[in-house]
């Protein structure tokens, strides 16, 4: 069979077998939530709620702000202890709804559709904008959002992204294997929704079991599913639009620029869902892995559990915790405070015991250039970095700073373990400055 | 609840396994073969001449950090790496102390005086060798033959004859480590294995001289296999730090030097061109990576 790649990229130990095997376990839902009010991409909800009001599991507790924003619900039925700031996993405090469950689990009323493919495409984006659907992956870009092609593109292709090429994360594979009627069915709902003609479910080819069980079910749904190379970042939205399609997204621009929307597995199954269901997006899978944890496994878990929960579920640390990770090791995000809680875009809390998670310290670089031949948006890290330290930022923007995707091939690669990345970080956080100050 | 004990840094968390030193030893075990025929082909005087020219480099290194009072780096193995190179291109017969003055120039102006490790335009061993080509010339042309400690004028390069197979095994009177294209080549598959070496530096490179050398009517492999460019094109070309970082950039700088080491070969006064060909287009790499930016993915595509 054929394999479909990309240009760059880098091989990293994958580490899938801590918990490729384990199927999906239903974490308790734990005594207390902290629903984020700000979980997606774009603007915060607005709180529905106050302190003292009781809540039903499924209710919304943050409606959308409108435009690019998403809406939250309670993941739990209780009382609202608060709605204020809470620690969150990017470091920041952000307003939370914070709700003591009351152990009934009674749910809010929810109506669903007993054969979903017959709503109408307007209808499925409402149902999605209402379930507060954000993208799985990672970014969490709010999806009813990302259904709305910009002016003029026409969607050929839905591209369902199984690929899950973080390593030790097999949240992805499992919800492949394990609700694959659903992954399909929220596939066919996405491509009703935004008129994509064709669908096309890409995994990586070190996940035979949903690749053979997606296989089995896409064939008599007109679905094509493609094997992917096993390489990091193969899940990238543009890495997996050139290695599938072989197309480019223009730069600074939008998959559907060049035809194709791509949406994560776990989205699909979100949207699946919500649309049979009305179930909001409550509860999603995650992968709890490393060598710093007792029971690595894959969980159902509420939205809004806060990490010290899960940890303490998966049989609690392995000696002395190196690093714990909202996410996988390539782009997640290293925590401080484990009361913050799991939210929709997080697919994996990933503890390195203190032997694994080292720190370095940089070397002088020695041009050895492979950061360049990694970097699968074609950039020079190594030249950006110089100018960032230099603070020649006219120079980065130049080479391309604000075309990095920031997974991180370049920092991981680097035998002089520099931190490329950060570097690039910075140039982009000072450009994108420069531009909003040159515009106001 | 903050946890004191967690470490924070930005992603990504892992890294690959590889170093800087590790490339540099890389580089010392791929010179292994190349010392060995050396030593084999002319004895003690190999083993005198590169152990005094590492020595000298990583002293040189240590000295140098030390007087400006800067942390000693030595451990990283380029100094090492340079030290080896450089003797592995000396005559046989040339004296302890010119070896030992080599390495302290290819060091010091050569590396340290650019700001050390990555920091260097030029070639550092290169630089310590022509150097010590212009101060001790006779010195430096002085060609012994192998197993013998007979003087001989003629390399295959200045007048001498030679077959092919003495080429390929490197029975022929040179340099130290340039003589066995076998041993080179030995080094350059284990340097190639290991991704340290690119493989477009010498591909363009040789390829440019062997069709520079047909173009001109010379003896292509007799032109491949005589004099430095096997060693350079394989071990000095393709040092990181003084060659371009792009994948085009690469192919220009091979070419680049197979074009020079042609036109000093065939028209200069020299009879070989490897060490200028090299420190030539050295100078030219910032400019190469300039001018062979790659095209960043997403940009002059048209939008459907």
Not at chain 1, 202 to 222: D, H, Q
Not at chain 1, 248 to 270: D, F, I, K, R, Y
Request: glycine share 10%; net charge neutral; with cysteine.
């Amino acid at each position: 069979m054929k394999v479909k790649s990309f240009k760059g990229g880098v091989h990293p130990e994958y580490n899938k077998h801590i918990t490729g095997a384990k199927p999906i376990k239903v974490l308790p839902a734990p005594n207390l939530v902290v629903i984020p009010l700000s979980q997606h991409a774009g603007a915060p909800a607005e709180p529905l709620v106050k302190k003292g009001d009781s809540v039903l599991v499924g209710q919304e507790v943050g409606r959308s702000a409108g435009g690019i924003s998403a809406a939250v619900h309670a993941s739990v039925s209780g009382t609202v202890l608060q709605v204020e700031p809470r620690p969150s996993i990017n470091g920041r405090e952000v307003l939370s709804v914070v709700i003591e469950n009351d152990g009934q689990d009674a749910k809010a009323p929810m109506t669903g559709h007993h054969d979903p493919i017959q709503l109408s495409s307007a209808e499925i984006r409402e149902r999605i904008e209402a379930a507060g659907i954000v993208g799985l992956g990672g970014a969490a870009f709010p999806t009813a959002a990302k259904l709305n092609p910009p002016q003029g593109c026409r969607v050929e292709y839905l591209l369902i992204n199984g690929s899950e090429c973080e390593p030790y994360l097999t949240a992805d594979q499992k919800l492949m294997e394990e609700y694959t009627e659903d992954v399909i069915l929220g596939a066919k709902l996405l491509a009703k929704a935004c008129g994509a003609e064709k669908i096309i479910i890409a995994i990586e080819a070190n996940k035979p079991e949903a690749l053979r069980k997606m296989r089995a079910l896409a064939g008599s749904n007109a679905i094509e599913v493609v094997t992917l190379g096993v390489k990091y970042p193969a899940g990238g939205e543009k890495q997996l639009i050139k290695a599938v399609l072989d197309r480019e997204v223009p730069s600074h621009g939008l998959p559907a620029q060049c035809g194709v929307l791509v949406h994560n597995v776990g989205t699909a199954w979100a949207v699946a869902k919500a649309c049979r269901y009305g179930q909001p997006l409550i509860e999603r899978v995650i992968t709890v892995t490393g060598d710093g944890v007792k029971e690595p496994a894959n969980y159902l878990v509420r939205i809004g559990t806060p990490i010290k929960d899960i940890i303490a579920a998966a049989g609690g640390f392995v000696g002395e915790p190196g690093k714990v990770i909202a996410g996988g090791p390539m782009m997640g995000l290293a925590q401080f405070n484990l009361d913050a809680p799991i939210v929709k875009g997080v697919s994996g809390i990933l503890v390195l015991s203190d032997k694994v998670a080292k720190e370095f310290d940089p070397m002088p670089c020695i041009k050895c250039a492979r950061c360049v031949d990694v970097c699968p948006v074609y950039l020079m890290p190594v030249t950006i970095e110089k100018f960032a330290m230099n603070a020649m930022w006219d120079e980065a923007e130049d080479y391309g700073a604000m075309d990095c995707i920031e997974c991180g091939c370049c920092t991981y690669i680097c035998p002089s373990k520099r931190g490329l990345l950060t570097w690039i970080r910075l140039a982009k956080t000072e450009i994108a400055e420069a531009h909003r100050r040159q515009t106001s | 609840m903050e946890d004191s004990r967690l470490i924070l840094s930005p992603s990504p968390h892992v890294r690959d396994e590889d170093t800087t030193q590790k490339i540099m030893l890389t580089v010392a075990a791929a010179l292994v073969p190349v010392w060995a025929a050396a030593t084999y082909f002319f004895g003690l005087d190999s083993i005198r001449l590169v152990l005094f020219s590492m020595a000298a480099a990583v002293c040189s290194e240590a000295l140098f950090q030390a007087v400006r009072r800067k942390p000693i780096t030595v451990w990283d193995g380029s100094a090492l790496v340079t030290g080896m190179l450089l003797g592995l291109s000396l005559p046989p017969s040339l004296p302890t102390w010119m070896a030992v003055f080599g390495s302290f120039i290819a060091i010091v102006i050569g590396k340290q005086v650019f700001g050390g490790l990555g920091a260097n335009p030029f070639n550092p061993a290169l630089v310590g060798r022509a150097v010590l080509v212009a101060s001790f010339t006779s010195q430096m042309t002085t060609w012994t033959m192998p197993f013998t400690d007979a003087v001989t004028s003629a390399t295959p390069l200045a007048g001498g004859q030679a077959s092919y197979a003495e080429l390929f095994f490197g029975t022929v009177p040179g340099s130290l480590g340039e003589t066995s294209a076998l041993a080179i080549l030995l080094g350059g598959v284990l340097l190639f294995y290991r991704g340290v070496l690119d493989y477009r530096i010498p591909v363009g490179f040789l390829g440019t001289a062997a069709v520079l050398s047909a173009v001109f009517g010379q003896d292509v492999i007799y032109q491949l296999l005589s004099g430095s460019l096997l060693f350079g094109a394989i071990f000095m070309a393709t040092d990181m730090v003084t060659s371009p970082i792009t994948p085009v950039g690469r192919w220009v700088f091979g070419v680049g030097c197979g074009l020079i080491l042609v036109l000093i070969r065939f028209w200069g006064s020299l009879p070989e061109g490897l060490t200028y060909s090299i420190l030539l287009m050295n100078a030219f790499t910032p400019l190469i990576n300039r001018w062979t930016r790659p095209r960043i993915y997403g940009q002059g595509v048209k939008q459907a």
